[in-house]
């Protein structure tokens, strides 16, 4: 008979990016600088490459030259790619040519400079143009848009920046790594016994309680779109940052929040942000893929779709730094 020595404890890293809160974990507390080069890293490319809000970025260049062809860079044609797949995958639910869209409803700017109450009246809405009128050729990566259009890849970047950066974490290291960037969690590497604890919580900022609902995850990606913490008032309206591509507004809140559980971060990302925007229809669209799913409506009701287990609550002593 054999023992085996008890894993150290995670070691964690918490900063804010990306104008949410980047959370890092690793299994060995000594790779941890390392860990934290790559994920910087990797969140500083992503800012410079699909930012709507730095002048410098390669996004705003590609949206201030639409209705032109323009050649864009490898990293940003991974990025639109991503997001052209969950277009496709979700039946435009998820499309990234809402960015005008985003703009008329005042989220012209990082939401930490949001203006709280915005006085000025609302332009009218208009849908999206619709990501099936981009003409993009991956090979040698020409992109038109069209007239007009400004991409939003902001729901898709981000999780791909954590699926990249958990990826490439782990790869230095070799040692278990968990991202999470405001609800998108990636996880790499060999996890710690009995997996990384996860807290759930419709604001991943806010502190969890120990009978707040958890779940362990050993692979793969997790990750949670909700209506209640990035929003702002316009004309005496609260909005909220997931547009509906079909009107331009806000979608009709149904869900406050999805978890969705994947094997990439991408993916969960594109199923959760779907299943809030289709509302009423997301239960038959998170069946037909069956991915495990945590839909909760307005009056804190849970769904649990795909085998999704029974909620558990947090133990005494839970991971270090517990993404929520």
């Known amino acids: 008979m054999t023992t085996r020595a008890p894993a150290p404890s995670p070691a964690e890293i918490v900063f804010p990016a990306l104008g949410t809160t980047a959370v890092l974990l690793v299994t060995d507390p000594d790779a941890l600088p ?25 996004l705003t260049r590609v949206n201030r030259n639409a209705g032109d062809t323009t050649t864009v860079g490898e990293r940003f044609a991974e990025a639109l790619q991503a997001a052209l797949r969950a277009a496709r995958l979700t039946g ?23 203006r709280p109450e915005d006085a000025r009246p609302l332009p009218p809405a208009q849908p999206a143009p ?7 050729d991956p ?5 038109r848009l069209p007239p007009h259009t400004h991409l939003d890849l902001g729901a898709t970047a981000k999780a791909l920046t954590a699926d990249r950066a958990a990826r490439r974490a782990a790869a230095a290291t070799g040692c278990g790594v968990l991202v999470s960037l405001g609800g998108d969690l990636a996880v790499a590497g060999q996890a710690p016994d009995g997996g990384w604890r996860i807290a759930l919580a419709d604001d991943h900022a806010r502190p969890t309680t120990d009978r707040s609902p958890a779940v362990a995850v050993t ?11 990035r929003t702002w008032q316009r004309a005496g309206r609260i909005l909220h940052h997931i547009v509906d591509p079909a009107t331009g507004e806000p979608v009709t809140p149904v869900w406050r929040t999805a978890t969705v559980a994947a094997a990439t971060c991408v993916d969960a990302n594109t199923a959760s942000t779907a299943a809030i925007v289709l509302g009423d229809r997301a239960v038959d669209w998170l069946d037909g893929t069956a991915l495990h799913a945590r839909p909760v409506d307005l009056d804190g009701h849970v769904m649990r779709l795909g085998g999704w287990p029974p909620d558990s609550a947090i133990t005494p002593g839970p991971t270090p730094g517990d993404p929520r």
């Open 34 to 58: 390392v860990a934290e080069a790559v994920l910087r890293a990797e969140l500083s490319a992503v800012d410079l490459t699909c930012s709507r809000f730095r002048p410098d970025s390669e």
């Open 92 to 114: 435009g639910a998820v499309d990234p040519t809402v960015g005008r869209a985003m703009t008329a409803l005042g989220y012209d700017r990082t939401f930490a400079s949001l």
């Open 130 to 136: 619709g990501w099936r009128r981009i003409v993009f």
């Open 139 to 143: 090979r040698s990566r020409r992109l």
């Open 219 to 229: 692979s793969g990606a997790l990750a949670t779109s909700g209506i209640r913490v």
